[in-house]
């Protein structure tokens, strides 16, 4: 919910338009003026998607795929590389990394 309201905070300084919607049900391919999307890896439940056919959905319109992973999940997880991730962002601040230390 937090990352929601930060990106359509960010978005509306940008004038860009912000859809929040289910991966599932949502028609990528029709968006060609979509430049990417972003999910959480796990979601919210902590239930892991493949976003194989999102990424290609996207791809296929020149658009990207962002992956907000949770590092400690990508142990046993399958790599968001693997379904087509463009762009993959995660804190490690659960691991004791503090926010000013970089990136």
Same mark, same amino acid.
């Given at each position: &919910? ?39 890896? &796990? ?54 990394? &503090? ?5």
């Amino acid at each position: &919910p937090q990352s929601i309201d930060l990106m359509k905070l960010r978005a509306k300084y940008f004038g860009m338009e912000l859809i929040v919607g289910d991966h599932k049900s949502t028609d990528f391919k029709s968006m060609d003026k979509l430049c990417g999307a972003l999910v959480q890896y &796990p979601d919210t439940d902590g239930l892991l998607f493949d976003y194989s056919g999102l990424a290609d959905a996207l791809h296929g319109n020149g658009a990207h795929l962002v992956v907000s992973a949770d590092p400690l999940a990508l142990v046993a997880a399958k790599p968001p590389s693997e379904f087509g991730a463009d762009v993959v962002v995660g804190s490690m601040q659960r691991f004791g990394v &503090p926010m000013w230390f970089g990136g």
